[in-house]
């Protein structure tokens, strides 16, 4: 049973975090010419109406994407994210918000390739209806973790896998590091990007230290969060686990969410946190 719906949270700080993340590590990647393939393991919609009911109802966006629409200027990396959105919104008014297939396939080139996963009934028939014609993406109504798997590794063994999955299961935390292993395993060389939620601090803990114990090397986390008050309920913060980062992703993601909390959540208790889970 998926009850979860992306409607409800796209363009919040999280997806903010996320699809920086994937704009940057995607940029990297095509610096070299040899063709990439992108995995997304829980792809969403690809797309979201931010006037709906559904994103009305939370207004999770008011926290993420719309604090930075206005702000006169911005860090590069902030400034490409905000254009890139814009393009979907060419009135000027923030009404549409892409989800990351979306800013996969438009930060990849010609020569690279999509895979996208998604389960739900109603939001892969969504998904697959945006990337009609874009030769390079395959839209599969599948689970992510047996396809990626079944994908990897890639023939021009280049590869960035996102893994974002809701977490409604608690059992999704020691599922997604298993994963992270068995792709390991077959593919050491790709990129892969798993976000994650800040709602409880001890199963955060948990997920850390069981990634440590994997033995996997080159592994940075990256968090923004809201507060760090773990008393109050809800998700309060998210983060990306990165492995094999490009070299400059640390210092680009701080720079740019160092500076926005200082300019658009300065007071607020918003806060940056890296760690080097293992290195070389
Ligand atoms: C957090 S949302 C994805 C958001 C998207 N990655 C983005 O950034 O725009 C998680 C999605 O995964 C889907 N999902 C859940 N379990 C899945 C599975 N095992 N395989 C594929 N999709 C799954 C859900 O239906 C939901 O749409």
Not at 172 to 192: C, D, P, S, W
Not at 240 to 259: A, D, F, R, S, Y
């Amino acid at each position: 049973m998926l009850s979860y719906r992306h409607a409800y949270h796209a363009g919040n700080f999280a997806d903010l975090l996320k699809h920086i993340t994937l704009i940057a590590i995607a940029q990297h990647l095509g610096k070299k010419a040899g063709a990439v393939q992108y995995i997304d393991t829980h792809a969403g919609a690809g797309c979201y109406n931010l006037t709906d009911e559904k994103a009305l109802k939370t207004g999770e966006f008011a926290e993420g994407i719309a604090k930075l629409w206005a702000l006169p200027q911005l860090p590069p990396l902030l400034a490409d994210y905000r254009a890139q959105v814009a393009t979907l919104n060419p009135k000027g008014s923030l009404t549409r918000y892409p989800g990351s297939p979306w800013f996969a396939a438009n930060n990849l080139r010609e020569q690279d390739t999509l895979a996208l996963c998604e389960l739900h009934n109603t939001d892969f028939p969504l998904l697959k209806a945006q990337f009609k014609g874009d030769r390079r993406v395959r839209c599969f109504h599948a689970d992510g973790y047996q396809q990626s798997l079944a994908m990897v590794p890639p023939a021009s063994k280049r590869g960035l896998i996102v893994i974002d999955p809701s977490y409604e299961v608690k059992t999704e935390y020691q599922k997604v590091v298993n994963h992270l292993q068995a792709l390991y395993k077959r593919f050491a060389t790709g990129i892969y990007a798993l976000w994650y939620p800040v709602v409880d601090a001890g199963r955060l803990q948990q997920l850390e230290y069981n990634l440590k114990q994997t033995g996997i090397k080159r592994i940075q986390l990256f968090e923004f969060g809201l507060h760090r008050n773990h008393e109050m309920p809800g998700m309060h913060g998210a983060g990306m686990i990165v492995i094999n980062p490009p070299w400059t992703l640390k210092q680009q993601l701080g720079e740019n969410i160092n500076w926005l909390i200082e300019h658009a959540y300065a007071g607020t208790g918003a806060y940056w946190r890296t760690v080097d889970i293992a290195g070389e």
